[in-house]
């Protein structure tokens, strides 16, 4: 029998119009970090805020999810998956990487889906030609792309 962390990292997430869908549980933004914490299921390692945003990130380091609240409204305002690990932004990634699955509507990929096939369902390159991007109702969908053209994590945060 797997193991409940292995059983966690193999679960599909949802994006759409209506929220994050982890398990049986649809998060929407902003939210309060109690309902992420419990959502999630484990304390998170914290960050202290950063100096240039200000915020506070929260690490679901078995999980390779994260969170981002904003200091000034005490709500979470980002979610974001980790799929590769970023050697210059090493400090805000979680220490595992998610490796189950993500769904944007009907398409279903994952860290290994080629960056042509992820084109395929409709996001757009962001100005900074570093993200695609894809509105969900009053959510954005940020997918930001590596040196190499791997996904390094996707983030959901209202636009």
Known sequence: MKSDLSLIKNFRIIFSNSGMKFKDNTIVLPTKTSNIIEIFGSQPRI??????????????????????????????VEISIAMNKDENQEEFYPFSMFNGNIQIEEFVFNGKTSLMKLEKTGMFISESILFLEKKLGKYLLLVEIGDEDEFLNVGFILS
């Open 47 to 76: 960050l202290n805020a950063d100096k240039e945003t200000g915020n506070m990130f929260y690490f679901w380091d078995n999980l390779g999810i994260y969170a981002i609240k904003d200091v000034k409204s005490k709500t979470i």
